[in-house]
Protein backbone atom coordinates (compact mmCIF):
# COMPACT_ATOMS: atom_id res chain seq x y z
CA UNK A 1 0.00 0.00 0.00
CA UNK A 2 1.23 3.44 -0.95
CA UNK A 3 1.63 6.02 1.30
CA UNK A 4 -1.67 8.15 -0.50
CA UNK A 5 -3.28 4.95 -0.56
CA UNK A 6 -3.08 4.58 3.35
CA UNK A 7 -3.44 8.23 4.24
CA UNK A 8 -6.59 8.12 2.17
CA UNK A 9 -8.46 4.94 3.84
CA UNK A 10 -7.49 6.76 7.02
CA UNK A 11 -9.54 9.61 6.53
CA UNK A 12 -11.80 7.43 5.80
CA UNK A 13 -12.03 5.28 8.73
CA UNK A 14 -11.81 8.57 11.25
CA UNK A 15 -14.56 10.19 9.36
CA UNK A 16 -17.20 11.48 12.08
CA UNK A 17 -14.28 12.59 14.37
CA UNK A 18 -13.57 16.33 14.49
CA UNK A 19 -11.88 17.52 11.66
CA UNK A 20 -8.92 19.20 13.26
CA UNK A 21 -8.43 15.72 15.03
CA UNK A 22 -8.24 14.25 11.92
CA UNK A 23 -6.17 16.99 10.11
CA UNK A 24 -3.77 16.15 12.91
CA UNK A 25 -3.83 12.67 12.54
CA UNK A 26 -3.52 12.08 8.66
CA UNK A 27 -0.03 15.07 9.03
CA UNK A 28 1.49 12.51 12.03
CA UNK A 29 1.18 9.59 10.49
CA UNK A 30 2.46 11.09 6.73
CA UNK A 31 5.28 12.62 8.57
CA UNK A 32 5.76 9.08 10.17
CA UNK A 33 6.08 7.21 6.94
CA UNK A 34 8.08 9.96 5.48
CA UNK A 35 10.87 9.73 8.34
CA UNK A 36 11.14 5.49 7.76
CA UNK A 37 11.44 6.12 4.16
CA UNK A 38 14.55 8.99 5.08
CA UNK A 39 15.49 6.09 7.55
CA UNK A 40 15.95 4.01 3.98
CA UNK A 41 12.02 1.93 4.06
CA UNK A 42 10.50 1.30 1.00
CA UNK A 43 7.29 3.29 0.90
CA UNK A 44 5.29 -0.29 1.17
CA UNK A 45 7.68 -1.03 3.61
CA UNK A 46 7.16 2.37 6.35
CA UNK A 47 3.47 1.94 5.64
CA UNK A 48 3.65 -1.48 7.09
CA UNK A 49 5.49 -0.71 9.90
CA UNK A 50 3.32 2.02 10.90
CA UNK A 51 0.39 -0.53 11.09
CA UNK A 52 -3.16 -1.10 10.35
CA UNK A 53 -6.13 0.74 9.45
CA UNK A 54 -8.19 -0.52 12.28
CA UNK A 55 -5.65 -0.36 15.09
CA UNK A 56 -4.64 3.26 14.57
CA UNK A 57 -8.34 4.38 14.28
CA UNK A 58 -9.22 2.60 17.55
CA UNK A 59 -5.91 3.95 19.25
CA UNK A 60 -7.10 7.44 17.66
CA UNK A 61 -11.00 6.85 19.00
CA UNK A 62 -9.77 5.95 22.43
CA UNK A 63 -7.00 8.95 22.73
CA UNK A 64 -9.73 11.60 22.13
CA UNK A 65 -11.94 12.83 24.86
CA UNK A 66 -15.77 12.02 24.85
CA UNK A 67 -16.88 15.46 25.36
CA UNK A 68 -15.14 16.13 22.19
CA UNK A 69 -16.50 14.11 20.18
CA UNK A 70 -19.79 14.65 21.38
CA UNK A 71 -19.72 18.33 21.17
CA UNK A 72 -18.81 17.78 17.57
CA UNK A 73 -21.95 15.48 17.24
CA UNK A 74 -24.28 18.07 19.06
CA UNK A 75 -23.47 21.00 17.32
CA UNK A 76 -26.13 21.33 14.17
CA UNK A 77 -24.94 21.56 10.59
CA UNK A 78 -27.65 24.17 9.78
CA UNK A 79 -29.98 26.19 11.51
CA UNK A 80 -33.27 24.77 12.69
CA UNK A 81 -36.43 25.89 11.09
CA UNK A 82 -38.91 27.46 12.92
CA UNK A 83 -41.31 24.25 13.53
CA UNK A 84 -38.83 21.99 14.63
CA UNK A 85 -37.88 24.48 17.59
CA UNK A 86 -41.40 24.56 18.06
CA UNK A 87 -41.05 20.48 18.34
CA UNK A 88 -38.44 20.28 19.95
CA UNK A 89 -39.73 23.02 22.73
CA UNK A 90 -42.83 21.06 23.12
CA UNK A 91 -41.67 17.47 22.85
CA UNK A 92 -38.68 18.73 26.14
CA UNK A 93 -41.22 17.69 28.87
CA UNK A 94 -41.20 14.17 27.77
CA UNK A 95 -37.63 13.68 25.85
CA UNK A 96 -35.24 15.49 28.51
CA UNK A 97 -36.74 14.01 31.30
CA UNK A 98 -36.48 10.45 29.24
CA UNK A 99 -32.78 11.42 28.55
CA UNK A 100 -31.80 12.44 32.45
CA UNK A 101 -33.74 9.15 33.35
CA UNK A 102 -31.94 7.06 31.16
CA UNK A 103 -28.52 8.90 32.35
CA UNK A 104 -29.81 8.69 36.18
CA UNK A 105 -30.03 4.57 35.22
CA UNK A 106 -26.81 4.43 33.71
CA UNK A 107 -24.95 6.24 36.43
CA UNK A 108 -26.27 3.88 39.28
CA UNK A 109 -25.70 0.77 37.79
CA UNK A 110 -21.87 2.44 37.08
CA UNK A 111 -21.60 3.72 40.81
CA UNK A 112 -22.89 0.24 42.19
CA UNK A 113 -20.39 -1.37 40.10
CA UNK A 114 -17.40 0.71 42.03
CA UNK A 115 -19.72 0.24 45.36
CA UNK A 116 -19.36 -3.35 45.52
CA UNK A 117 -15.33 -3.12 44.32
CA UNK A 118 -14.96 -0.95 47.35
CA UNK A 119 -17.00 -3.25 49.70
CA UNK A 120 -14.38 -6.16 48.61
CA UNK A 121 -11.54 -3.68 49.11
CA UNK A 122 -12.77 -2.91 52.83
CA UNK A 123 -13.47 -6.97 53.67
CA UNK A 124 -9.85 -7.46 52.10
CA UNK A 125 -9.06 -4.56 54.41
CA UNK A 126 -10.30 -6.30 57.62
CA UNK A 127 -9.21 -9.70 57.47
CA UNK A 128 -5.76 -8.17 56.59
CA UNK A 129 -6.54 -6.35 60.35
CA UNK A 130 -7.54 -9.47 61.96
CA UNK A 131 -4.60 -11.59 60.41
CA UNK A 132 -2.11 -8.86 62.34
CA UNK A 133 -4.31 -8.47 65.22
CA UNK A 134 -4.43 -12.09 66.40
CA UNK A 135 -0.66 -12.29 67.01
CA UNK A 136 -0.75 -9.79 69.92
CA UNK A 137 -3.99 -11.04 70.82
CA UNK A 138 -3.02 -14.71 71.10
CA UNK A 139 0.47 -13.38 73.13
CA UNK A 140 -2.54 -11.54 75.52
CA UNK A 141 -4.60 -14.50 75.82
CA UNK A 142 -1.59 -16.76 76.64
CA UNK A 143 -0.03 -14.87 79.03
CA UNK A 144 -3.59 -14.06 81.25
CA UNK A 145 -3.20 -18.26 81.36
CA UNK A 146 -6.01 -19.06 78.70
CA UNK A 147 -3.43 -21.00 76.29
CA UNK A 148 -6.70 -22.55 74.54
CA UNK A 149 -8.20 -19.35 73.84
CA UNK A 150 -4.72 -17.71 72.30
CA UNK A 151 -3.86 -20.82 70.34
CA UNK A 152 -7.92 -20.38 69.19
CA UNK A 153 -7.39 -16.88 68.31
CA UNK A 154 -3.94 -17.42 66.27
CA UNK A 155 -5.51 -20.11 64.14
CA UNK A 156 -8.38 -17.42 63.30
CA UNK A 157 -5.56 -14.92 62.81
CA UNK A 158 -4.13 -17.44 60.35
CA UNK A 159 -7.42 -18.65 58.94
CA UNK A 160 -8.01 -14.53 58.16
CA UNK A 161 -4.90 -13.94 56.56
CA UNK A 162 -5.07 -16.67 54.45
CA UNK A 163 -8.14 -15.23 53.52
CA UNK A 164 -7.02 -12.04 53.12
CA UNK A 165 -4.27 -13.36 50.67
CA UNK A 166 -7.12 -14.59 48.43
CA UNK A 167 -9.00 -11.54 48.53
CA UNK A 168 -6.56 -9.63 47.53
CA UNK A 169 -5.84 -11.18 44.32
CA UNK A 170 -9.68 -11.32 43.89
CA UNK A 171 -10.13 -7.59 44.17
CA UNK A 172 -6.75 -6.83 42.32
CA UNK A 173 -8.40 -8.92 39.34
CA UNK A 174 -11.84 -7.41 39.67
CA UNK A 175 -11.05 -4.07 39.90
CA UNK A 176 -8.80 -4.40 36.83
CA UNK A 177 -12.00 -6.15 35.26
CA UNK A 178 -13.74 -2.86 35.87
CA UNK A 179 -11.49 -0.41 34.65
CA UNK A 180 -11.31 -2.51 31.10
CA UNK A 181 -14.68 -2.85 31.07
CA UNK A 182 -15.10 1.33 31.49
CA UNK A 183 -12.84 2.26 28.74
CA UNK A 184 -14.78 -0.29 26.53
CA UNK A 185 -18.23 1.54 27.14
CA UNK A 186 -16.51 4.91 26.92
CA UNK A 187 -15.08 3.78 23.45
CA UNK A 188 -18.30 2.06 22.36
CA UNK A 189 -20.08 5.33 23.35
CA UNK A 190 -17.72 7.16 21.38
CA UNK A 191 -18.00 4.95 18.22
CA UNK A 192 -21.74 5.41 18.62
CA UNK A 193 -21.55 9.15 18.30
CA UNK A 194 -19.29 9.03 15.53
CA UNK A 195 -21.54 6.31 13.80
CA UNK A 196 -24.41 9.02 14.61
CA UNK A 197 -22.46 11.29 12.86
CA UNK A 198 -21.60 9.42 9.54
CA UNK A 199 -25.62 8.55 9.16
Given at each position: ???????????????????????????????????????????????????????????????????????????????????????????????????????????????????????????????????????????????GGSGASG?????????????????????????????????????????????????
Amino acid sequence: MTKQEFLAQLRKGLSGLPKDDIEDRLMFYSEMIEDRTEEGLSEEEAVFAVGTIDEIVQQVIADIPLAKIAKERIVPKRHLKAWEIALLSLGSPIWLSLGIAAIAVILAIYVSFWSVIVSLWAIFASLAVCAVCSVPACVIFTAGGSGASGVAVLAAGIVCAGLSILMFYGCKVTTKGILILTKKIATWIKNCFIKKGEA
